[in-house]
C-alpha cells in the first residue's frame, strides 16, 4: 500500500526531507553506511520525523522518540535474496512491500 500523499506523514516528510521526500531520503541514508539499521522516529514535541543511522543495534538511537519505521540493513537481513552488492535492491523491495497505512497509523499515534 502505497504512502497516501494527502496523509498527515506525508505532509510531514514533505516538511522534513522536502521534494526528495521520506523514502528517498531513508535510501540515502541506508546507502551511506555499512551495516546497522536506519530508523524514522516521529517526533511529537516538534511534530516531525528524525532519520538516523543505528550502528549495531544501539549507538545513535534516539531515545524517547517512538519508532514509526525501522530498515533492517545488516546483511542477515538480504543475504539469502541478494548478495551485498545488491544492498540497493533490498532496500528497493522492502519499500515495494511496505504497508504505508502501518507506518502512517504509528505516526499519527505520537503526533
Do not use: C
Not at 514533505?14 to 535510501?27: D, F, M, N, S, T
Amino acid at each position: 500500500m502505497p504512502l497516501k500523499a494527502e496523509g498527515s506523514l506525508a505532509k510531514a516528510a514533505e516538511e522534513k526531507y522536502g521534494e526528495q521526500g521520506l523514502i528517498a531520503h531513508v535510501k540515502e541514508v541506508a546507502g551511506s553506511r555499512g551495516i546497522g539499521w536506519v530508523v524514522v522516529y516521529a517526533d511529537p514535541d516538534a511534530k516531525t520525523l528524525h532519520t538516523v543511522f543505528v550502528n549495531d543495534h544501539e549507538l545513535g538511537q534516539l531515545a524517547g522518540l517512538p519508532i514509526i519505521l525501522a530498515l533492517d540493513v545488516w546483511e542477515h537481513a538480504f543475504m539469502v535474496d541478494y548478495v551485498p552488492a545488491e544492498k540497493k535492491n533490498y532496500v528497493d523491495a522492502f519499500f515495494a512491500n511496505l504497508n504505508w497505512s502501518v507506518v502512517e497509523k504509528r505516526f499519527d499515534a505520537t503526533i
